[in-house]
């Protein structure tokens, strides 16, 4: 069966995109969090997540002058702080304090993992990419930390627990359920 096509304007249509909250810079030093739907997974092996952070925004330079971000996998209990972190500027707001999040210790990197995030994936930065509009920060995992409750056996991720947040058509959705395969 052939189907017609609407031709659509070329832009980011791409969906749905995985929110995450970036944190940056260090403890004892500008603690940051941006809130990015332009990640993903990069590469495998070594494992690599890409980040695309505008260079105005205050987060590129914590990136640019540590060499280091986590990304912070945020659930459905967080999407109050998750939306706040991506409307305010670390430059004018101590975001942890504002949205009540917890600033913890990286097992490899100098930047904070958020303690309410289930899943924290620590990030030092092997390569950044001038794009256009975004750098492109590529890092390597070098640590992973994940809340007790959504680990199964094995160390696997349990992602029904996780209930992760999606952005698609400027709005924020969740995951539905697994597709059952014969």
């Keep these: 069966m052939i189907i017609n096509k609407e031709t659509l304007p070329v832009g ?17 030093k500008d603690a940051n969090i941006i809130t990015i739907a332009w990640t993903g997974t990069v590469c495998s092996e070594p494992p690599m997540i890409a980040v695309g952070v505008r260079p105005e925004r205050h987060s590129h330079s914590l990136i640019k002058e540590s060499g280091e971000f986590v990304v912070n996998v945020p659930d459905i209990n967080t999407i109050d702080a ?3 972190c991506g409307v ?17 210790k ?18 030092k930065v ?8 975004h750098d492109l920060f590529i890092g390597e995992v070098v640590a992973v930390q994940g809340s007790p409750e959504i680990i199964v056996e094995n160390n696997k ?15 924020y959705w969740t995951l539905g359920h697994k597709v059952e395969r014969p």
């Design 126 to 133: 092997v390569e950044t990419i001038s794009l256009g509009s």
């Design 12 to 28: 980011t249509v791409l969906f749905p995109l995985p929110v995450v909250m970036v944190s940056c810079g260090s403890l004892e």
């Design 106 to 123: 990286g097992k490899k990197v100098s930047a904070p993992i958020i303690q309410e995030c289930p899943l924290n994936i620590e990030c």
């Design 157 to 171: 991720l349990d992602i029904a627990k996780i209930v992760p947040i999606v952005y698609a058509g400027g709005e």
């Design 82 to 84: 998750t939306e706040l």
């Design 88 to 104: 305010l500027s670390g430059r004018d707001v101590d975001k942890f304090a504002k949205a009540g999040l917890t600033a913890g």
